[in-house]
């Protein structure tokens, strides 16, 4: 049998099974951050596309062939946040924080104390900070 029309590469590819992250919003609806927020999800985007995308291509470029596989995973991995962060940044919407801090609601900086008496604070200020809930 030729091997003329045989793609050697096929199935072979690392990130075969990698998919977009999931916005965590429903279809059509905008994604509402305090100005705090919005400047944390810029500058996390800036430092992918001009430090970490890079550098993880040229690591892969200079990587030996065995392991070029986990290399490639990394910047697939990279490629995903981008995305991920793009698709938020296109549909955000920047809300100021109320003036009144009679209720906790959105955009305010709330003190917290945990039940072995720590102490910290907290802000509800977007979608894409992640929140450990215990």
Same mark, same amino acid.
């Given at each position: 049998?030729?091997?003329?029309?045989?793609?050697?590469?096929?199935?072979?590819? +690392? /990130?075969?099974?990698?998919?977009?992250?999931?916005?965590?919003?429903?279809?059509?609806?905008?994604?509402?951050? /305090?100005?705090?927020?919005?400047?944390?999800?810029?500058?996390?985007?800036?430092?992918?596309?001009?430090?970490?995308?890079?550098?993880?291509?040229?690591?892969?470029?200079?990587?030996?062939?065995?392991?070029?596989? +986990?290399?490639?995973?990394?910047?697939?991995?990279?490629?995903?946040?981008?995305?991920?962060?793009?698709?938020?940044?296109?549909?955000?919407?920047?809300?100021?924080?109320?003036?009144?801090?009679?209720?906790?609601?959105?955009?305010?900086?709330?003190?917290?104390?945990?039940?072995?008496?720590?102490?910290? /604070?907290?802000?509800?200020?977007?979608?894409?900070?992640?929140?450990?809930?215990?």
């Amino acid at each position: 049998m030729s091997r003329a029309f045989v793609d050697e590469d096929a199935g072979s590819d +690392e /990130t075969d099974g990698m998919h977009d992250i999931p916005l965590p919003l429903p279809p059509g609806a905008r994604n509402y951050m /305090t100005p705090e927020g919005a400047m944390r999800m810029a500058d996390e985007l800036r430092n992918l596309v001009d430090a970490e995308r890079p550098q993880a291509a040229g690591a892969l470029a200079a990587a030996d062939p065995a392991a070029k596989s +986990e290399y490639l995973r990394k910047v697939s991995e990279i490629d995903r946040r981008i995305s991920y962060l793009s698709r938020m940044k296109s549909i955000l919407s920047v809300v100021d924080p109320p003036s009144s801090a009679e209720r906790v609601v959105f955009g305010l900086v709330v003190r917290v104390r945990e039940e072995g008496g720590a102490e910290g /604070t907290e802000g509800i200020d977007g979608a894409p900070r992640d929140i450990e809930y215990r």
